[in-house]
């Protein structure tokens, strides 16, 4: 069974930073992405950032040019730095990875348990 562990998550000030971080419990035969997505209350669920394994980035419009996703592929982990963290970032954060554990198996979607992030003064 696949286990995706995030830390992280907490209360900050408008202004400030956090990082969150997500490390999956065992390797993967194959990886195709891994990547971040939140959920305010009473909102979807929506894509922050991902990143392939060939390093290829993508960030949800509303974070371009705050947030950094960076990923470690042989200790499959990937982490977010946020930074200029603002009221409407606040949300439940949940680490995504797509990815075939095993040769036979196909590619699934995993998701972490979530973590909040509250940008409040």
């Known amino acids: 069974q696949v286990q995706l562990v995030e830390s992280g998550g907490g209360l900050v000030q408008p202004g400030g930073s956090l990082r969150l971080s997500c490390a999956a419990s065992?390797?993967?035969?194959?990886?195709?992405?891994m990547g971040w997505y939140r959920q305010a209350p009473g909102k979807q669920r929506e894509l922050v950032a991902s990143i392939t394994s060939g390093g290829i980035t993508n960030y949800g419009d509303s974070v371009k040019g705050r947030f950094t996703i960076s990923r470690d592929n042989a200790k499959t982990t990937v982490s977010l730095q946020m930074n200029s963290l603002k009221p409407e970032d606040t949300a439940v954060y949940y680490c995504?990875?797509?990815?075939?554990?095993?040769?036979?198996?196909?590619?699934?979607?995993?998701w972490g348990q979530g973590t909040q992030v509250t940008v409040s003064s």
């Open positions: 995504n990875l797509r990815g075939a554990p095993n040769y036979y198996s196909g590619y699934m979607d995993y």
């Open positions: 065992r390797s993967f035969f194959s990886i195709n992405a």
